[in-house]
């Protein structure tokens, strides 16, 4: 099946600090989505992109749409504790596709000791 | 209160013994799907339904089978289980339109010794 790489694969933060991270992908999607999992729980939708370019802001959050369809990134600004978790990229193709999404293998944030 | 719910959440088990995850939906979603996840790989899905009665494969069938008689429950059933099906299982549930988000129900940890 098609493959996201996703990265950094973990990263630490210190509070305050901008952080990014990014998908790719060989193949194209139609959707991108940006997912947080805390611990013991199912992800949650963080940022949803439609469109090819979109450049989406949710709170501190903000992600884009490779011009491509083929990369996404998602960057935290100004982070805090409440930041740590697994981020995950999934595109999606649509619903031809059976709804399918894909997930890149998730960049675990952790907080700098 | 909208929600996916999975059941158990944790299991332990013998490799041959047939068991079932339930999952269910209060949201009137027409589409739901399975999810392991395992370190390192993402979420990968097993199977999927567009609708009562029609099922499709994922990326990772083997060794599962689904169902879906109703619109709010999708078990997972697996008729003899391996200990390669150690894993986070996720079951999600989404409207199937063009702003696909799928909410993800808690997890269910299997162990198969």
């Known amino acids: 099946g098609q493959q996201l790489n996703q990265s950094p694969q973990s990263m630490f933060i210190q509070e305050g600090e901008d952080v990014s991270m990014n998908c790719t992908s060989s193949?194209?999607?139609?959707?991108w989505l940006w997912y947080k999992q805390d611990p013991g729980e199912g992800p949650v939708l963080l940022i949803a992109l439609y469109k090819a370019g979109e450049l989406t802001s949710n709170g501190r959050l903000t992600a884009q749409f490779g011009i491509t369809r083929k990369d996404s990134f998602l960057n935290i600004s100004a982070s805090i504790p409440s930041d740590v978790g697994i981020y995950f990229c999934?595109?999606?193709?649509?619903?031809?596709?059976?709804?399918?999404?894909?997930f890149g293998g998730g960049t675990r944030v952790l907080v700098k000791p | 209160e909208a929600q996916v719910t999975q059941n158990p959440r944790y299991l332990i088990t013998v490799t041959g013994k047939k068991l079932t995850v339930t999952c269910s939906q209060n949201m009137n979603h027409e589409y739901m799907s399975w999810y392991r996840q395992d370190p390192g790989l993402g979420l990968r899905q097993i199977y999927y339904?567009?609708?009562?009665?029609?099922?499709d494969k994922g990326d990772v069938p083997e060794g599962y089978k689904v169902s879906r008689k109703e619109k709010r429950n999708f078990p997972l059933i697996l008729e003899s289980p391996s200990p390669n099906q150690t894993s986070l299982y996720f079951c999600?549930?989404?409207?199937?339109?063009?702003?696909?988000?799928?909410?993800f129900g808690p997890g269910t940890r299997l162990t198969v010794l």
């Open positions: 999600a549930s989404s409207s199937g339109g063009a702003y696909n988000e799928q909410f």
């Open positions: 999934a595109g999606l193709l649509g619903r031809a596709a059976g709804n399918k999404l894909t």
């Open positions: 339904s567009m609708n009562v009665e029609v099922t």
């Open positions: 193949s194209i999607f139609n959707t």
